[in-house]
């Protein structure tokens, strides 16, 4: 459903269109979340609050000025970053869970098992960039937004977003090259 239509429905009073706007953009936020190297729960937390502040600023929000999904997902960024920051203080922050349970007595099939290794040396690798770069890549990449929301939501120009993307790739690129050895 429109998110265009799902505002003026919440606007004419219809509460429940708010769960169609949770339901659409919760996945997206998880996945954003998860790569700014937030645990599970963590990120549970902060897509709640996300998606309560959006809530109680709807009335703030300005189409006009940027997308929905922009200013959502600015209002997670926020949210992530303080997260991050404060755990950070407390030499508490923990690698993410990347939802793989391991199999219990049993071996992995050859393919799962490649595959389950190369995402841990990905997401070692993204852990080992600054916020920043983590940010506008999941951005850009994961959640395919153009470089002008990335823009907006990281606060910055199109040209530097550009510029941060392009240097992120090659600190990633090294890193990865680092351990293959």
């Not at 606007?11 to 997206?28: K, L, M, S, T, W």
């Not at 549970?44 to 998606?51: L, M, V, Y």
């Not at 203080?89 to 990347?98: T, V």
């Amino acid at each position: 459903m429109d998110i265009k239509h799902l505002l003026q429905r919440i606007e004419n009073g219809d509460r429940q269109a708010y769960a169609h706007i949770v339901a659409q953009f919760q996945r997206p936020l998880f996945g954003y979340l998860g790569r700014m190297a937030l645990g599970q729960g963590a990120a549970e937390d902060i897509a709640q609050e996300t998606f309560l502040r959006a809530w109680s600023n709807l009335g703030g929000y300005k189409p006009e000025l940027a997308a929905f999904s922009t200013w959502l997902f600015s209002i997670a960024r926020h949210l992530a970053l303080n997260e991050l920051d404060s755990a950070a203080h407390r030499h508490e922050q923990a690698m993410p869970d990347d939802g793989v349970e391991p199999m219990c007595g049993a071996a992995q099939p050859p393919d799962q098992l490649a595959q389950k290794q190369q995402s841990q040396r990905l997401q070692a690798a993204l852990h080992r960039l600054p916020l920043s770069d983590r940010s506008a890549l999941a951005l850009a990449y994961v959640q395919d937004m153009d470089l002008a929301a990335v823009a907006r939501i990281e606060g910055c120009s199109t040209a530097a977003i550009k510029t941060r993307l392009h240097r992120a790739r090659e600190k990633l690129k090294s890193i990865l090259e680092e351990q293959d050895g």
